[in-house]
Nanobody, 115 residues
Framework: QVQLVESGGGLVQPGGSLRLSCAASGSSVSSYAMGWYRQAPGKQRELVARISSGGTTIYADSVKGRFRISRDNAKNMVYLQMNSLKPDDPAVYYC?????????WGQGTQVTVSS
């Protein structure tokens, strides 16, 4: 059974940084594409960043140059380093694994940006 558990969310001031972590079990983070999505109240869930099994990364235009997705295959973890956080960034952030047979989601972690 695949489980994804996010952590690292919290309250940060504008311009600050957070690092989100996603711990995977039951599946290897290096075997499939892994992504970070976010959903703000009243909005649709949107892709933030994605890393393919081969290591290719893509980012939403709104976070390019500020966020970085990475993975640690040995620890079976995926990370999202978020810098220069803006008032538009608050949301629940979800980790995702995109497999041919199914898509798995974590429970999400809340990110709040406020002074």
């Amino acid at each position: 059974q695949v489980q994804l558990v996010e952590s690292g969310g919290g309250l940060v001031q504008p311009g600050g940084s957070l690092r989100l972590s996603c711990a995977a079990s039951g599946s290897s983070v290096s075997s499939y594409a892994m992504g970070w999505y976010r959903q703000a109240p009243g909005k649709q869930r949107e892709l933030v960043a994605r890393i393919s099994s081969g290591g290719t990364t893509i980012y939403a235009d709104s976070v390019k140059g500020r966020f970085r997705i990475s993975r640690d295959n040995a620890k079976n973890m995926v990370y999202l380093q978020m810098n220069s956080l803006k008032p538009d960034d608050p949301a629940v952030y979800y980790c995702n694994q995109d497999r041919p047979d199914a898509i798995y989601w974590g429970q999400g972690t809340q990110v709040t940006v406020s002074s």
